[in-house]
Each structure stands twice: as structure tokens, then as C-alpha cells.
């Protein structure tokens, strides 16, 4: 690959992977986080971030003299070094990739809560025979000023167009994105739900009609999709708003539930709290799981995603919903009329951020007997698990879960007991 000739490019021998989706490295002295490598490599790295006065540099591996066993042809090269984010390790064989986020989830939860585990990363079913690809059901593409789609680059405003998207599944790559021309600065989104129905595109949010060519202004136009999973012999449809949280991997709603009730045990007669419940699918199949006698309180903030869990659970006389910032109704300050005082166990959901002091303070409070934290950053969850243990909870059980190949990024679910 050609450089910039204005962009300095180091000789470097490359160390361990961290956390982010970069490989640590030492330049003269000075830590270097270098993307697009692997460990035991030597490379020629073009700087992108660097300067006298900072801490650290970032660098993209342009050129490999020594390579990894674990390195293959990009099967993405658009999100290669200089490309767009999200395929930061389109060079990297799966099982590489699943070996790389073991060890970055070892070393957050040996640096942040003090545990010194080796949980091996699971792959889902179906992506080995994918090869890693097809298996977003989601995607989000942003159009340039000339109104061609593309993706931003990495830590960067500037939109890269695309002609393709690998990750895409294949009722999205069979979608009309690349080829048309939208209005410039739109945010376009595809969904393709599990239930088989017809694909929906949204511009800003709002229904496009592909084969007319334009924004769909009927009142009755489609704006939420049917989403469905099966856990043993029970199905669950969802309806979820098209531009609503929904987790994004084909195989990772079914999966995830299969977790959480496993990592619950027998809930029967319980009283469980579903933490950032979404849509509601977590909610749905505790409220069997813990069946006439017991009850689940549903808490979300998010109003898009409470209308449809009403409207997904309305039928259940089990669940109580509560609309709200999950710590504050924790403690009481919003839905004080129907305080949550009590729960034999937790399931909680956070964002990337994780739940954080107040919230785990929160249901540390209620002196549940479980919690089943479902995390989908490391760092957050080894800070969290440490914060659990400062309140008398350790760790029973872990797993993890590849459900983002091609990227750094993993899903987990801890099992806490007092």
C-alpha cells in the first residue's frame, strides 16, 4: 500500500493485542497502539495519531515483513488501514480472532476486577460455514455529499463509499444500497428481521420505498419490523421499531436467551428484574419462566423501545414495565408509586458503558440472590464484576460469545450469587 509521504512510517515489532482492536507496540521508548497487525508481527506502520506531547501514537500497519500464522487475505479490504471503521480484523483467521478477544477478555478482567480466568470466545452457528460473514441483520450507512453510500473511516468524520458490505446478510446484500444515489448527509439504514418478512430501508428514520425510488409518505407505512426467536419449543415474535435497538447478529436473540435462562436456574415462583429491557426479549420468556406465581418488572429508558414492549407484553399479567433511567428507578426517583423493592434475581442488559456504580449499587441493594449481567464490552464488565464484588457478589460462572467477527468486539454473560 502506498503512504503519504507527509506520514511518517515506523519499523515496528508488534506485542500483545488490547483491548480496542489494536496490538500494542514500542517505538523508541513510546507505546504505539498499531491496528491491522497481529501479535509477533514486524511491520511498517504509518502514524496517525502522534506528536511530542502525547501519552501514546496510533498506527496503521501498511505493509507486513514478518507475518502471523494467523493472518489471511482481508476478506474486507474497504476497512482496511486509512478505510472504514468496523472491520478491524478482516485480516485475522476466525479462530485468530477468537484467540485475539479471549486474551483481551482475560486481561480486563485480571486488570480491572482482579481475576485471573481464561474463557474462551465461542463462535455462533452458521459463521464458520459463513466464513465470518453475513450475519449483520442490521446496517447503517451514511451518504456522502454527492450522495453515493459509504461508512465513516475510522475515528474519523470523513464518509469512505462502499460498494458492497460483507457483514451484511444476504437479504441486505440483495438490497439496492450501493447502486442509487441518496440525498447528501442521509443516514440509511436496512433491516432484515428474522421473520421473513420484506427487508425495510429508513432514511433519517423515516420509511423508503426502493422500488419507487422515495421516501414512503403514506400514514400507514411500515416503521417497525417482527422479529423471532425460538427457545426450545416456544416462540417469541417481537414487534421492534425499525430504527429501535435489536441485537444485530442472525443467531444472537436465540442464543442470548438460552443464556440468560440457563445462567438463572429454576426461577419458578420468582421475582426477577429485567435491567434495560429493550423491546422486551429478556422480558418475555422470564414471565414463563417464572410462571403464574411470579412476577417480572421490565425497566428501559428508552421510549421507542418501551411502546413496543407494551405492546409486546401486553397480554402477560406477570410483568410489571417501569419507563425510566434504570438507576434512578432503582433508587426510587422516578414510578415512585410502584417502587422496585424487592427481586430474588437480576437480568440486566447496559449499554457498551456498562451499568456503572449507581445501577449496581441499585440491585446490590434488593439482595438478589443472582444477577446475570449480559455485556457486550469487556472493560465495562470487568469494572462492574469488581464492583459487584465490593457488595458481597462473586463471580459463579462465564461464558462469551463471537458475535461480532471482523471486529474487535465480543458478548458475554456473567453469572454473580452472593
Given at each position: 500500500m502506498a503512504t503519504d509521504p507527509q506520514t511518517p512510517v515506523v519499523e515496528l515489532?508488534?506485542?500483545?493485542?488490547a483491548h480496542g482492536g489494536h496490538c500494542v507496540a514500542r517505538h523508541e521508548g513510546r507505546v504505539v497502539f498499531v491496528r491491522h497487525t497481529l501479535p509477533g508481527e514486524r511491520v511498517r506502520a504509518r502514524l496517525t495519531d502522534f506528536g511530542d506531547t502525547a501519552k501514546f501514537w496510533r498506527a496503521d500497519a501498511v505493509e507486513v515483513l514478518d507475518a502471523s500464522p494467523d493472518r489471511v487475505e482481508s476478506v474486507w479490504p474497504a476497512a482496511g488501514p486509512g478505510g472504514v471503521g468496523g472491520g478491524e480484523l478482516a485480516h485475522v483467521s476466525l479462530s485468530g480472532q477468537r484467540a485475539w478477544k479471549t486474551a483481551v477478555l482475560a486481561e480486563q478482567l485480571q486488570r480491572l476486577a482482579k481475576l485471573d480466568l481464561d474463557v474462551p470466545v465461542q463462535a455462533a452457528s452458521g459463521d464458520d460455514e459463513r466464513g465470518g460473514l453475513g450475519w449483520r441483520t442490521r446496517i447503517d450507512l451514511v451518504a456522502d455529499a454527492e450522495g453515493r453510500a459509504g461508512m465513516h473511516g475510522f475515528r474519523s468524520h470523513t464518509i469512505k463509499i462502499l460498494d458492497s458490505m460483507p457483514l451484511a446478510s444476504e437479504a441486505i446484500a440483495a438490497l439496492d444500497l450501493?447502486?442509487?444515489?441518496?440525498?447528501?448527509?442521509?443516514?440509511?439504514?436496512?433491516?432484515?428481521?428474522?421473520?421473513?418478512?420484506?427487508?425495510?430501508?429508513?432514511?433519517?428514520?423515516?420509511?423508503?420505498?426502493?422500488?419507487?425510488?422515495?421516501?414512503?409518505?403514506?400514514?400507514?407505512?411500515?416503521?417497525?419490523?417482527?422479529?423471532?426467536?425460538?427457545?426450545?419449543?416456544?416462540?417469541?415474535?417481537?414487534?421492534?421499531?425499525?430504527?429501535?435497538?435489536?441485537?444485530?447478529?442472525?443467531?444472537?436473540?436465540?442464543?442470548?436467551?438460552?443464556?440468560?435462562?440457563?445462567?438463572?436456574?429454576?426461577?419458578?415462583?420468582?421475582?426477577?428484574l429485567d435491567l434495560y429491557a429493550g423491546s422486551g426479549l429478556f422480558t418475555a420468556p422470564l414471565s414463563d419462566a417464572v410462571g403464574e406465581t411470579g412476577e417480572v418488572v421490565s425497566v428501559e429508558g428508552d421510549a421507542r423501545a418501551v411502546k413496543d414492549a407494551r405492546r409486546n407484553l401486553h397480554d402477560r399479567g406477570n410483568v410489571e414495565l417501569h419507563s425510566g433511567d434504570v438507576a434512578q428507578v432503582l433508587t426510587g426517583r422516578v414510578d415512585a408509586d410502584s417502587d422496585v423493592v424487592h427481586a430474588d434475581a437480576v437480568v440486566l442488559d447496559p449499554p457498551r458503558t456498562g451499568a456503572g456504580r449507581a445501577v449496581v449499587a441499585g440491585i446490590t441493594a434488593l439482595r438478589p440472590e443472582r444477577v446475570v449481567y449480559v455485556a457486550c464490552d469487556p472493560a465495562a464488565l470487568a469494572r462492574d464484576i469488581a464492583l459487584f464484588a465490593a457488595d458481597g457478589y462473586g463471580l459463579a460462572d462465564l461464558r462469551a460469545y463471537d458475535l461480532f467477527p471482523m471486529t474487535h468486539h465480543l458478548e458475554a454473560i456473567a453469572v454473580l450469587t452472593r
Open positions: 515489532e508488534i506485542g500483545p493485542v450501493f447502486g442509487r444515489r441518496w440525498t447528501a448527509g442521509a443516514r440509511v439504514e436496512a433491516v432484515a428481521p428474522s421473520s421473513g418478512d420484506t427487508p425495510m430501508v429508513l432514511v433519517d428514520e423515516a420509511p423508503f420505498d426502493l422500488g419507487r425510488g422515495r421516501m414512503d409518505g403514506r400514514t400507514n407505512a411500515r416503521t417497525a419490523v417482527r422479529e423471532h426467536v425460538q427457545v426450545g419449543e416456544r416462540g417469541y415474535t417481537f414487534r421492534v421499531a425499525g430504527a429501535g435497538f435489536w441485537q444485530v447478529h442472525r443467531e444472537a436473540p436465540e442464543l442470548l436467551v438460552k443464556a440468560v435462562l440457563a445462567g438463572l436456574g429454576d426461577v419458578d415462583g420468582a421475582a426477577v
